[in-house]
């Protein structure tokens, strides 16, 4: 077997698996389940966790280049690592429905507008839920509800910060820097598809434009040539 049909093969499963840790993590976060219900959670996010991690190694076992196949996905290592970034595996159904749309005729431009989309609301939610449980209970925390924590991810996502939430933890931090840049590189993404929408609709004026000067100029031609003859025949008349 070789990679390319083992990542065919997984790709659907291991969306359903991002889905199930979100909802799990989620739970834990802002439901903070006790008892049975808080074991359930934990083995959903430990159970998710052995099957990225299996995925990963099967992937760069089949891999022809193992060592360049782990330069060219630490992506996914950083998915197995670092429990946040697997909801991210979301972002490849978008991915996927990309495909589908191209084949439909889609626009690459709108493809690029739903994944900017589709990642801008899932940072909302990953970022939002990894704040909550890093900030809360933390001495001098101002992020104690989830309500908070969304709204200090949509200020900072946007790159406004307005400085009534702030984190007070180093790992709030960490996860402060990181939605930033991925705020900028998503701005960037938006306005970089606006300005191409707008040079392409001016592109089409300025061609309807010459068409139409280019139809007026040809019967423009057809009119004089019309009369240059009616004077000639006045001529030989």
Known sequence: ?????????????????????????AWTVVGRPVGASAGIAEFVMWSTWALFAADFVVRLFL?????????RHLHELAMVVLPMFRPLRLLRLLTLLGVMQRSAGTAVRGQVVAYAAGSTILLLIISSLAMLDAERGAPEASIETYPEALWWS???????????????????????????????????????TLASWLVERVAEQD???????????????????????????????
């Open 154 to 192: 949509a200020v900072t996502v946007t790159t406004v910060g307005y400085g009534d939430f702030s984190p007070a933890t180093s790992t709030g931090r960490l996860i402060a820097v990181a939605l930033m840049i991925a705020g900028m590189a998503l701005l960037g993404v938006i306005t970089a």
């Open 1 to 25: 077997m070789t990679e390319q049909r083992w990542q065919r093969m997984s790709e659907w499963p291991l969306m359903v698996t991002a889905l199930a840790f979100l909802g799990a993590y």
């Open 207 to 237: 061609e309807l434009n010459q068409a139409a000067t280019r139809s007026q100029v040809s019967d423009l031609a057809a009119e004089i040539a019309a009369l240059r003859k009616e004077l000639n025949r006045s001529e030989l008349r």
């Open 63 to 71: 891999a022809d280049q193992p060592a360049r196949w782990l330069l």
